[in-house]
């Protein structure tokens, strides 16, 4: 499953809302009910860190400024006010088709 | 807390192996995947394979088939990724990270990742 983000690059003002696109080459909602999508921040000289997974379940932690959203093959990762440390790589992931794969990366910087 | 502390890093040359090793702390170790994903240098995340540390049983992404071979150690909650006939477009940072093996979950804790530089 191919999966490509949009836009590649943001280029956010501190406190204002951000948006990152995802879609992927096939349905992503599985025989079991459940959609396999998740987003992954990583910060400047970080490993990758899971926030999102399911489409919009937060992991434990994650601020709740950010939420995911989406169906099929269209999904969101929003930033609602965006904050210095939300500066870096973030990346969807389909983990509903074998094998699992991500999208190219979108890099959130402040303008 | 849950940690996976991978080695440290590693230059190769042309057509040698590469081992690196994974060891996890906090959590039952045979109860979640060890996955290895590569990232070259400013590049994006690319998924390599998994080991199930209870059976052994290994999956691996088609281009790196045959070149990876996943073990594990339980005796002491290490996981390992070794990689051959290395080329300098190996050149990467390798991560491991774990998925549970009850349900399809994939990487919510990750390793520190390992540089592997290869130069002649």
């Known amino acids: 499953v191919v999966m490509t983000q949009s836009p590649l690059s943001l280029p956010v003002t501190l406190g204002q809302p951000a948006s990152i696109s995802c879609r992927s080459s096939q349905s992503l909602l599985r025989v079991d009910g459940y959609t396999y999508l998740n987003w992954f921040q990583q910060r400047p000289g970080q490993s990758p860190r899971r926030l999102i997974y399911n489409v919009f379940n937060r992991d434990s932690g994650v601020p709740d400024r950010f939420s995911g959203s989406g169906s099929g093959t269209d999904f969101t990762l929003r930033i609602s006010r965006v904050e210095a440390e939300d500066v870096g790589v973030y990346y969807c992931?389909?983990?509903?088709?074998?094998?699992?794969?991500f999208g190219q990366g979108t890099q959130v910087e402040i303008k | 807390q849950v940690q996976l502390v991978q080695s440290g890093a590693d230059v190769k040359e042309p057509g040698a192996s590469v081992k690196v090793s994974c060891k996890a702390s906090?959590?039952?170790?045979?109860?979640?995947?060890i996955h290895w994903l590569r990232q070259a240098p400013g590049q994006g995340l690319e998924w390599m394979g998994r080991v199930n540390p209870k059976s052994g049983g290994t999956n691996f992404a088609q281009k790196f088939q045959g070149r990876v071979t996943l073990t594990r150690d339980t005796s002491i909650s290490t996981a390992y990724m070794e990689l051959s006939r290395l080329r300098s477009d190996d050149t990467a940072v390798f991560y491991c990270a774990r998925g549970w093996t009850m349900s399809v979950s994939y990487f919510d804790f990750w390793g520190q990742g390992s540089l592997v530089t290869v130069s002649s």
């Open positions: 906090g959590y039952t170790f045979t109860d979640y995947y």
């Open positions: 992931m389909q983990g509903s088709d074998w094998p699992p794969t």
